[in-house]
DNA sequence: GCCGTTTTCGGCCCGACTGTTTTCAGTCG
């Protein structure tokens, strides 16, 4: 992925720059442009062919000619440079939490530190004391932030963190005083990893809550305790913020303490050309305190002539502009979802009998759900050879005839082999209801032979959806080398879906691949792979997603009602 | 370095907490 080696070179340059006292709004451009980069739907290097690299927010001339020397040559030369002004340890000592550039700097020109190691031995020693308004608590803080950076500051998976915050939201509901808890940031975004949880509560008696946040069992340390605002370390390892406000107040918190950051900047700026400021205390008119909204979070868009943007789409990738246009998308939600198509049991590797998942889906309001055990050459997941796929099909008829109420529609997630091929005849995947082809083996392919594979597996008449169409497994394996865009292409050509896979772990497509399918008009398939009866809750991730995809209901196929599956499995002719 | 319904130059979001300082700079989100 080129656009996230360049966005990490800006946001190296960002840093070089910081650290000797480079133009601070220079600093924010590279940092914007990284972002935007990391999160762009299309490729980079086919917009620079097009010469349309002028067309990502925050890229101008100068920035557009940089990434097309990245792309010509594999390096920018001004930002190497700039770089080798700064040793890199200096440039990894801003990773340490409460370094940031200018601390960094003075230990550097100052007092020679090069590197975090050297950073902690100064500090555990005592030895920075009495510098650079220095003393034996900043110390401390730098030792044990250290510490945490070796920890791994790594981001929790959404379908960890989620549960985790809203167990905190149900503790603090309890606390008197307090009228309304909620989660914000990223996890109220939905990202698919979050940094830390942010909980927003709205209280007139905010030193109550704050007392009972610090003092809940779930807190393992705590970092900071103010007047309106506390951070603590949870038992899991994660940080969590709370904030409190004036109820009065709750919805420009909300909108301040959701994000982005990116997408309040925005916002903050369309304000102040209307003669407003916007803050997490409300909207107010001049330099004056002359409050005119902010208790819910529609008065604050409204505020700025805007329409409220769902939270999902709130990272400043072109919801501003779709809002004024007012055209933001009409995005799925779970209650359109009318089945999973993606579901394990111990005939392989699930844990549950076909009767335990039917039941299970049944007490969801799904109106279908596909029985989808892997296929012979997945055998680490006890895959089913043709005679037992035989067998395992006729008690899933068994067991659908006892659920009438539900459709039991009797699959495969049957492997791509690398030539292409599926694992099953055609003659065998005829008589199932739904194929999901799905890649297990051989990920190091280059990628034109990936590509390909894949392509030739869309093809076969019998497949109708790709599962987990790029492998990634989040924090532990990165996606296999493939041309998205011309998989894309072949399943428009041939009508097939690409799985959202809603596994935790997998989020696969993610949601900026699955913006450009729906921008390309390729249809999708929501499948929570499950392998536990609990897995089937994971469809909310797989949802979430989607929408951070900007993905309406229409073009997700277990939207549809059961006849209109039917059909789409079975094309005439 | 980007960007334009006041601008092609002169702006560029806003506030809390910490640790140190006696009124604020640095960091963070």
Redesign the pocket.
């Known amino acids: 992925m080129k656009s996230f080696e360049i966005a990490r070179l800006f946001e190296q340059m960002a840093d070089a720059l910081e650290l000797q006292g480079g133009?601070p709004?220079?600093v924010?451009?590279?940092r914007r442009?990284a972002q935007n980069l990391e999160t762009l739907s299309e490729d980079v290097e086919v917009l620079a062919r097009a010469g349309r690299l002028?067309e990502i927010?925050?890229?101008?001339?100068?920035?557009?000619g940089k990434i097309d020397e990245y792309l010509r040559t594999g390096h920018i030369a001004?930002i190497e440079t700039s770089c080798r002004r700064v040793p890199r340890g200096v440039m990894e000592m801003l990773a340490?939490?409460?370094?940031?550039?200018?601390?960094?700097r003075q230990l550097y020109e100052r007092e020679g530190v090069t590197s975090v190691a050297q950073l902690e031995r100064l500090a555990a020693a005592g030895k920075l004391r009495g510098r650079h308004?220095?003393?034996?608590?900043?110390e401390q803080?730098i030792v044990r932030g250290v510490q945490l950076l070796r920890r791994g500051q790594a981001r929790m998976q959404l379908g960890r963190a989620l549960p985790l915050g809203r167990d905190l939201v149900r503790a603090l509901e309890d606390v008197r005083g307090v009228k309304t808890v909620m989660l914000a940031?990223s996890l109220r975004r939905m990202k698919e990893t979050v940094?830390?949880i942010?909980v927003l509560a709205a209280s007139s008696e905010p030193a109550a809550i704050i007392k009972a946040f610090t003092g809940l069992r779930q807190v393992a340390e705590v970092l900071?305790?103010?007047?309106?605002?506390a951070a603590i370390r949870h038992r899991e390892g994660i940080q969590v913020?709370l904030r409190v406000v004036d109820p009065e107040s709750m919805g420009a918190a909300l909108a301040y303490f959701t994000g982005s950051?990116q997408h309040?900047?925005r916002l903050?700026?369309m304000?102040?050309?209307r003669g407003l400021?916007?803050?997490?205390?409300g909207v107010f008119r001049g330099r004056g305190s002359q409050r005119i909204a902010g208790a819910s979070e529609e008065e604050v868009y409204a505020a700025v002539g805007l329409p409220w943007i769902p939270p999902e789409l709130r990272e400043n990738t072109g919801e501003i502009e779709a809002a004024q246009a007012r055209r933001l998308p009409a995005l799925v939600t779970l209650d359109d979802v009318r089945g999973d198509l993606h579901c394990h049991t111990d005939a392989t590797d699930g844990h549950h009998s076909i009767e335990a998942l039917v039941a299970a889906a049944a007490s969801r309001g799904y109106a279908y759900v596909a029985v989808t055990d892997h296929s012979r050459a997945t055998r680490v997941a006890g895959g089913l050879d043709i005679d037992e796929l035989r067998a395992h099909v006729g008690r899933i008829r068994a067991v659908a005839r006892r659920h009438p109420r539900i459709a039991v529609l009797a699959g495969s997630e049957c492997d791509i082999l690398p030539d292409g091929r599926l694992d099953y005849p055609d003659e065998v995947l005829a008589e199932l209801d739904l194929v999901i082809a799905s890649v297990h083996t051989r990920f190091k392919q280059p990628k034109r032979e990936m590509t390909r594979r894949i392509c030739t597996a869309l093809a076969n008449p019998h497949v109708h959806i790709l599962g987990h169409p790029t492998g990634r497994l989040l924090g532990e394996r990165d996606p296999y080398a493939l041309d998205l865009d011309e998989v894309l292409r072949a399943a428009k050509r041939h009508g097939k879906a690409l799985e959202i896979n809603a596994y935790p772990d997998r989020l696969d497509l993610c949601d900026t691949h699955a913006r450009r399918a729906r921008d390309l008009g390729v249809l999708l398939a929501l499948g929570t792979d499950t392998h536990m009866l609990d897995h089937l809750g994971y469809m909310e991730l797989g949802v979430a997603t989607a929408r951070r995809g900007w993905v309406g209901a229409s073009q997700i196929v277990n939207t549809w009602p059961l006849e209109k599956l039917r059909s789409w499995r079975q094309p005439a002719g």
């Open positions: 133009n709004f220079r924010r451009a590279y442009a002028e927010p925050g890229i101008g001339a100068d920035l557009a001004e340490v939490p409460g370094i940031g550039p200018k601390t960094a308004g220095i003393q034996a608590r900043t803080n940031g940094g830390d942010d900071e305790r103010g007047t309106t605002k913020d950051k309040n900047i903050r700026e304000a102040v050309k400021k916007i803050s997490e205390y």
